[in-house]
């Protein structure tokens, strides 16, 4: 799993990741963090990042890991009915 | 846990100033990682900061948003702490009587005796001198008396 990230490494890692589409305003991030924190599924701390900045840390709690498995086992079932659906030739 | 003298804790809930300025911090951060990054790859500070700027949005709503987030979130945990001292005080209470009962019962049994005198003196006084008589027309109620001046007699009720 990964260790704590602050949001710039974060927001990178998304668009990276998705190739620039999902994440359009990386601005959107901070809210969402904050959202999960308030609900207490990731924890946030202010700490020294590699250029030496001050920046806040977020990492997964114990909640948030389980919540994480458990929304990730939706999606994909979600993902493979409607694929199932749109499936064509099959219904 | 004592702090040492001079030293105090810090206000909780923060004001909306301090997590206004840490939410900025936290937003400065972000920008400046990435006109870092991109004046790497041979960008001007000020096309970068401008570059920057566009690939976050705008500032304010996130800005926003962020603070409203938090306000909410430190507004339930001091509900939280509110009930949890609650908890404990009654705890504290109850652990109290146990260890002493007969100061308790000397307690409850005072205030009971106080609360019934007090109870019933007032429904006395209520019943005598608050409430109205229970007759219909109470306006028109008389008080009659006869009078023997000669003999100095006083016949029925009237006041000395």
Redesign the interface.
């Known amino acids: 799993m990964l260790g704590p990230l602050h949001g710039y490494a974060i927001a990178t890692r998304i668009r990276e990741r998705s190739d620039g589409a999902l994440l359009v305003e990386e601005g959107a991030l901070y809210p969402a963090l904050h959202r999960l924190e308030a609900r207490g599924w990731i924890d946030a701390e202010w700490g020294i990042s590699a250029t030496n900045r001050r920046a806040r840390y977020y990492s997964l709690t114990g909640d948030g890991r389980r919540r994480l498995k458990a929304e990730t086992a939706s999606w994909r079932r979600y993902v493979s009915v409607v694929e199932k659906v749109l499936a064509p030739g099959e219904a | 846990m004592p702090l040492p003298p001079g030293v105090r804790p810090d206000p909780w809930p923060p004001p909306d100033s301090r997590r206004r300025a840490?939410?900025r911090?936290?937003?400065e951060?972000?920008l400046?990682?990435?006109i870092?990054e991109l004046v790497a790859r041979g960008w001007t500070p000020a096309a970068a900061r401008s570059e920057a700027l566009r690939?976050?949005?705008?500032?304010e709503?996130?800005e926003q948003?962020?603070h409203l987030?938090?306000r909410?979130?430190e507004r339930r945990m001091r509900r939280l702490v509110f009930w949890r001292d609650w908890h404990l005080d009654l705890r504290y209470a109850l652990r109290g009587i146990r260890q002493s009962p007969v100061l308790a019962v000397t307690v409850v049994v005072t205030f009971a005796l106080g609360i019934g005198a007090n109870a019933a003196v007032f429904g006395l006084v209520d019943a005598v001198l608050l409430n109205p008589l229970p007759f219909a027309h109470r306006d028109r109620l008389v008080r009659i008396w006869e009078e023997n001046r000669r003999e100095g007699h006083t016949f029925g009720t009237r006041e000395q």
């Not at chain 2, 690939?55 to 500032?59: E, T």
């Open positions: 840490a939410i911090a936290e937003i951060f972000h400046q990682s990435r870092d690939q976050f949005g705008a500032l709503p996130v948003a962020c987030i938090g909410k979130r």
